[in-house]
């Protein structure tokens, strides 16, 4: 079993930043893919970026891939969501997720994942 806990949300200005942070127990050397997702009221879930576990590669979505970054930290089993130049329709509710999957045919979409934090609330104001 995994467990995840997400931090970092909060309420931020237009054009601010804002980072997350998202914490795995368990073994990370077996977690293959651990992503970064978002949810907004009355919207699907949006895959943002995915942490390759192989390779340490990244892929973000091309909607985020010029505003936010990301990072991870294996000895921490943490992944780090960092966003920029935030507008309110960053506005969500981030999730982080994973899998032990060992191959996921598309990495950004929610449903191959089979574990989810909670989640941390983001809202940007105007």
């Known amino acids: 079993q995994v467990q995840l806990v997400e931090s970092g949300g909060n309420s931020v200005q237009a054009g601010g930043s804002l980072s997350l942070s998202c914490t795995a127990s368990?073994?990370?050397?077996?977690?293959?893919?651990m992503a970064w997702f978002r949810q907004a009221p009355g919207q699907e879930r949006e895959g943002l970026v995915v942490?390759?576990?192989?390779?340490?590669?990244?892929r973000f979505a091309d909607s985020v891939k010029y505003r936010f970054t990301g990072s991870r930290d294996n000895a921490k089993r943490t992944i780090y969501l960092k966003m920029h130049d935030l507008t309110p329709d960053d506005t969500a509710m981030y999730y982080c997720?994973?899998?032990?999957?060992?191959?996921?045919?598309?990495?950004?979409?929610?449903?191959?994942?089979?574990?989810w934090g909670q989640g941390t609330q983001v809202t940007v104001f105007s």
């Open positions: 942490f390759f576990g192989s390779s340490g590669s990244t």
């Open positions: 997720a994973t899998t032990n999957r060992e191959f996921l045919r598309t990495p950004l979409a929610p449903n191959g994942y089979d574990y």
């Open positions: 368990g073994d990370p050397a077996r977690l293959h893919y």
